[in-house]
């Protein structure tokens, strides 16, 4: 049975749209069935900025695949594989010359509903709160109450993302942990930490008569209020991705925070 792939890119960028067709024709020069679908697909390539991937990442998690992610944006902590490179690499995941790296997700159960994420779980407040959440651990051990303008819980990989601008941690994208970090927080000893990945970690509103909003990598806006729970696991879904052969975990570091750059 011959190979099949699904080409996910970037309808409102040019450069995106242009690589695609591209892809396309190399994939179809080798024999390989272009699809759009990801369910009948051997593999996925994404071609566009990290904002892409997040969007596929759920439906390429279900589905058990793989994908090659290109990047056409300005940032690229997880679409890795840079367009003059893309098609080597194409040529090697068809010869079975590759290797992946497997990125966490969080499984969110909160009002009944199971939601997934590859980032971060944000809780923001919906009014002008002092005590925000009270947050446990494995659903035993009491951690803090935060008094902040929200809180972010985040997987490693998330940990580039809204939480870095948080003033939270980068963590190695292979790391088994979870990190909390607080948005604002009213007391400057308010840090954020680093939690096992074994936990399920718990938030809960600590006052009554307020509500706050949980957001899930950046979408389902959801109103929770002090009778809410919400339970914070890691899934057993994963997103599976090629890694370059160039890559160099410190130099994208470098590369794509300008560590060391003059700034004036």
């Known amino acids: 049975m011959g190979k099949k792939v699904c080409i996910i890119y970037n309808t409102s960028k040019k450069d995106a749209i242009k690589f695609y067709e591209v892809s396309k024709e190399f994939f179809e020069s080798c024999g390989v069935e272009v699809l759009s679908e990801i369910e009948e697909s051997n593999f996925v390539v994404v071609i566009g900025g990290d904002g892409t991937l997040l969007q596929a990442s759920k439906d390429i998690a279900r589905q058990n695949k793989f994908a090659i992610a290109v990047n056409m ?3 690229g902590f997880l679409t890795e594989i840079r367009k003059d490179e893309a098609l080597q690499v194409y040529k090697d995941v068809l010869d079975g010359d590759y290797e992946l790296e497997e990125r966490h997700m969080l499984e969110v159960e909160v009002k009944g509903e199971i939601y997934t994420a590859l980032n971060e779980l944000v809780m923001t407040k919906g009014g002008v709160l002092q005590k925000l959440v009270r947050i446990k651990a494995s659903g035993e051990h009491y951690i803090n109450t935060y008094r902040a303008d929200g809180l972010i819980v985040a997987t490693p990989t998330g940990s580039t993302g809204y939480s870095l601008s948080a003033g939270g941690p980068i963590i190695r994208s292979n790391l088994d942990v979870f990190l909390i970090t607080p948005i604002a927080p009213h007391n400057l000893s308010t840090r954020p930490i680093i939690i096992d990945g074994k936990e399920e970690i718990t938030l809960r509103l600590d006052e009554t008569g307020n509500s706050a909003y949980i957001t899930i990598d950046g979408a389902n806006s959801i109103e929770v209020t002090e009778n809410d729970l919400i339970k914070i696991r890691y899934s057993k879904k994963r ?13 994208i570091l470098r590369e794509k925070l300008k560590w060391g750059d003059l700034i004036c």
């Open 73 to 75: 944006g300005s940032l």
């Open 239 to 251: 997103l599976k991705l090629v890694v370059p052969k160039s890559r160099n975990y410190y130099s």
